[in-house]
């Protein structure tokens, strides 16, 4: 830990005085008046141990709080305070919660480049179980949930709400918390859900077999999918076809059931993008648009948020660090003492224990 004051010789403040509570931002000590500003900085994704080991990795979540009126040390920022929320995200880092996003991506673009240039390198399965098993167990729950033999809600509904249930607020809940966030959303269509049980396919074999199952369900009247607005998908048509009983020949062959899968994809990650900045109040309709960049993977990504979104995350944690800033006087008279502490050591060859903010301020301000 590393602990930072600044103070103007012969001042003679004494930090003891935080410990009382003012009743204005500002307050009197020997006849000086005196302002007080926080800030806090809490990471909320750490690196992961994995056999005894840290994994390196360019990946960080944290957030930076900053707030008037402060009244005690190492005191946890009030919710009216300004929060930032930046994001380092390395590309294909197992411990995101958004791994399997980057997945769905990967395959996206696999399949993008598949239409430009006639070859498909298929990436890795993210499914044990094979794309034609899962279609078909997907075909046959909608099948009898027609006939009326089950009813049932949307899997994927059902299994976010169970787990947001079984969260408690506390430290140990964390990443249980942070994952059921990027879940899958309640309001899957059939073209979502679908593109949720064939992204595992891992050859071109299995794509025509995928949607050749599908197809002959729609065009036996098997299923009556229902689907999202907004779709110009070539499976969208299909399925407003068949609520008529009259569909098109379809040829899987060539690129056609690439750009298939590729369609409904896109859709998808489009609506999973809006749900998720608009949903978790991170951005507004006005500021989701498309601009390309030049790839930077390094890039920090900052985000204003209001520190209630993230609460549940840092207030029973530990700050990575935590600084109070006290200001006194006005214009050349202005002094301002600054009183800092870190979990980053002083200097780079001492080691960092994190758990040295565990211990006791009691005495601290005869430190000084």
Not at 99 to 120: H, I, N, S
Not at 153 to 177: H, M, P, R
Not at 231 to 238: D, G, I, K, N
Request: proline share 4%; charged share 20%.
């Amino acid at each position: 830990m590393g602990l930072i004051l600044s103070t103007p010789a012969g001042l003679g403040l004494s930090l003891s005085g935080l410990e009382r509570k003012p009743q204005a931002s500002t307050f009197t000590w020997s006849h000086v008046m005196v302002t007080t500003k926080g800030s806090a900085q809490y990471e909320l994704i750490q690196g992961a141990a994995i056999e005894d080991t840290i994994i390196e990795s360019g990946s960080n979540i944290y957030v930076d709080i900053t707030w008037n009126i402060v009244d005690k040390i190492l005191e946890t920022p009030p919710l009216i305070s300004a929060a930032t929320l930046n994001i380092a995200l390395e590309c294909g880092d197992p411990r995101s919660p958004v791994y399997q996003v980057y997945r769905e991506l990967q395959l996206l673009l696999a399949l993008a480049e598949g239409l430009k240039t006639g070859v498909t390198e298929w990436p890795e399965p993210l499914e044990s179980e094979s794309a034609v098993e899962l279609v078909q167990e997907f075909l046959t729950d909608l099948k009898k949930k027609l006939d009326g033999d089950g009813v049932s809600g949307n899997k994927n509904e059902t299994e976010a709400n169970k787990l947001f249930q079984t969260i408690k607020c506390d430290t140990a809940a964390v990443d249980s918390y942070i994952k059921s966030i990027f879940s899958e959303r309640g309001d899957l269509d059939f073209a979502e859900q679908l593109w949720c049980k064939m992204r595992s396919v891992g050859s071109y074999q299995e794509l025509t077999d995928c949607f050749t199952l599908v197809i002959k369900s729609l065009e036996r009247g098997e299923i009556q999918p229902w689907i999202h607005q907004g779709s110009s998908s070539f499976l969208r048509t299909l399925i407003q076809q068949s609520y008529h009983g009259r569909m098109e020949g379809v040829a899987l062959s060539g690129i056609t059931p690439i750009r298939m899968l590729f369609e409904i994809g896109l859709d998808k990650m489009r609506k999973d993008y809006v749900s998720f900045f608009i949903g978790q109040e991170l951005a507004t309709l006005t500021y989701l648009y498309y601009k390309e960049n030049p790839l930077n993977e390094k890039h920090v990504f900052q985000l204003p948020i209001r520190p209630a979104v993230v609460k549940k995350f840092y207030q029973n944690e530990h700050p990575e660090m935590w600084k109070v800033e006290i200001s006194s006087g006005h214009g050349a008279k202005e002094v301002k003492t600054m009183w800092q502490v870190s979990t980053n050591p002083p200097v780079e060859h001492m080691a960092s224990n994190h758990s040295a903010f565990q211990f006791n301020l009691a005495n601290m301000s005869d430190w000084f």
